[in-house]
């Protein structure tokens, strides 16, 4: 029997995965258990099968898990991050709601998140992309400005000693900033239809690089881009503080299931209404504790 080799998951296709050995080898894997979830990002212990394949018998302890999840499946989508980097763009125009369900997600798995607003160099779309982000500052989001075709030297002392998830609308520019910050990254980048104000997919599937030259084993992950982000796995309260501008004012409603709506004394209610939580915030919170409690519902259907 071979000895059990253990390297990180790199990079998830289906049900195979890259893995990259201590000694700098790289695997094409598949898992023992058939029912296992294996992430980019993961630790894994393997064995091998052949001089440049193996099977992953063992996931190791993860200390995050960044995934999002409907009422009907679970998509995993890096494991062990311990930097969430929300990448929007001064063009296509991005959803400030996506960019609300990443931040949620991110902070129940207590992975600490900024937002990056790239292609700055655009200055067509920058007012409206800073408007946007405005309310995510004044929540206290830190914002990063910048253009992956510019100087990135403010992101990479940012990424210094972390693993760092790039997440995103599709046409961002998240393998763009992989490719600026990481000479070898391979990430193909595309053209996208200025007359759409879309992305097509480029990125098929999360793929992680090692940070060069960090003496702290940092690495860079590039996700494609996402289009719905479900919070079907969260609770009620990982949904609500998630949302940091209103975590002081927690359990000060009248009722402990006070659903922020019509009830008496509502906290949340009187924040939005003298300003102080923003409309579409509120918006945005309601409409994410009726999925969670439509995705409850479904659970104790079925
Ligand atoms: N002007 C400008 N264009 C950029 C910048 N960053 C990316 N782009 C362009 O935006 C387009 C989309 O960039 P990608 O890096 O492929 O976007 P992505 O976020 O990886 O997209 P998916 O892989 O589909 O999720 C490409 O045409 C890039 O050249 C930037 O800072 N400035
Ligand atoms: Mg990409
Ligand atoms: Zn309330």
Redesign the pocket.
């Known amino acids: 029997m071979s000895a059990r080799l253990e390297g990180r998951v790199i990079a998830a296709f289906g049900r195979q995965y890259a893995v990259r050995l201590e000694d700098g080898r790289e695997l094409l894997c598949v898992p023992r258990a058939k029912k296992s979830e294996v992430a980019c990002g993961d630790q894994v212990e393997l064995a091998l099968t052949s001089p440049d394949q193996g099977v992953i018998e063992k996931i190791r302890e993860r200390t995050s898990l960044f995934y999002r999840a409907d009422q009907w499946k679970e998509k995993l989508i890096a494991a062990n991050v311990t930097q969430v980097v929300m990448?929007v763009?001064t063009e296509p125009g991005f959803s400030d709601e996506l960019v609300t369900r990443c931040l949620v997600a991110a902070d129940a798995q207590d992975i600490p998140a900024l937002i990056l607003l790239?292609?700055?160099?655009?200055t067509a779309g920058l007012e409206r992309a800073r408007s946007q982000l405005e309310v995510f500052a004044r929540a206290g989001h830190e914002v990063l400005e910048l253009?992956?075709?510019?100087d990135v030297s403010t992101l990479r002392e940012r990424l210094a000693g972390h693993t760092s998830l790039l997440v995103?609308?599709?046409?961002?520019?998240?393998?763009?900033?992989t490719n600026a910050l990481i000479p070898e990254a391979d990430?193909r980048?595309?053209?996208?239809s200025a007359v759409l104000d879309s992305?097509?997919?480029?990125?098929t599937h999360a793929r992680l690089y090692p940070l060069p030259d960090d003496r702290q084993d940092g690495a860079l992950i590039?996700s494609?881009?996402l289009q719905s982000f479900g919070l079907a796995h969260l609770s009620r309260n990982e949904i609500e503080s998630g949302f940091p501008e209103i975590r002081a004012l927690l359990g000060s409603c009248r009722f402990r299931d006070c659903g922020h709506v019509r009830e008496p004394d509502c906290a949340i209610r009187t924040a939005r209404e003298s300003g102080e939580f923003d409309e579409r915030r509120y918006t945005t919170l309601l409409q994410l504790l009726n999925e969670h409690e439509v995705a409850r519902k479904h659970r104790l259907e079925h």
């Open positions: 990448v763009a790239n292609k700055c160099d655009i253009s992956a075709r510019g995103g609308q599709s046409g961002m520019g998240k393998s763009t900033l990430a980048t595309r053209e996208i992305g097509k997919h480029t990125t590039d494609p881009g």
